[in-house]
């Protein structure tokens, strides 16, 4: 079983950087893969980015891709989303989750999901 808990979303201005967070409980975090999803109002829920339990490996969206970082510390169980450049359209609530399937995209093979945070991107 496995916990998570997000934070550090907010209302930030285009081109500003945000950065989340994510929460893991369990002794066994390293041995999942985690990843970043993300939901605007009336869209379904879409993939961000992924990293490996070792966290030598990452997986981003084509619309993220080069603007935002995943990165991880086992050492804290903490999962992170570095969020550069931010646009209008990144507005959403964004999730963390686990999977044991490395670099996946697909919602459904992610076994557990945080509550969500929001983050608005507004002038």
């Known amino acids: 079983q496995v916990q998570l808990v997000e934070s550090g979303g907010g209302l930030v201005q285009p081109g500003a950087s945000l ?32 990293i490996t339990g070792s966290g030598g490996s990452t ?11 995943i990165s ?20 959403a609530v964004y999730y ?4 044991r399937v490395a670099g996946t995209s697909i919602r459904a093979e992610y076994d557990y999901w945080g509550q969500g945070t929001q983050v608005t991107v507004s002038s």
Not at 34 to 50: D, L
Not at 79 to 86: E, H, T
Not at 96 to 99: G, I, V
């Open 19 to 50: 950065r989340l967070s994510c929460a893991a409980s369990g002794r066994t975090f390293s041995s999942y893969n985690m990843g970043w999803f993300r939901q605007a109002p009336g869209k379904e829920r879409r993939f961000v980015a992924a």
């Open 59 to 69: 997986y981003y969206a084509a619309s993220v891709k080069g603007r935002f970082t």
């Open 72 to 91: 991880r510390d086992n050492a804290k169980n903490a999962v992170y989303l570095q969020m550069n450049r931010l646009k209008p359209e990144d507005t």
């Open 96 to 99: 963390c989750a686990a999977s």
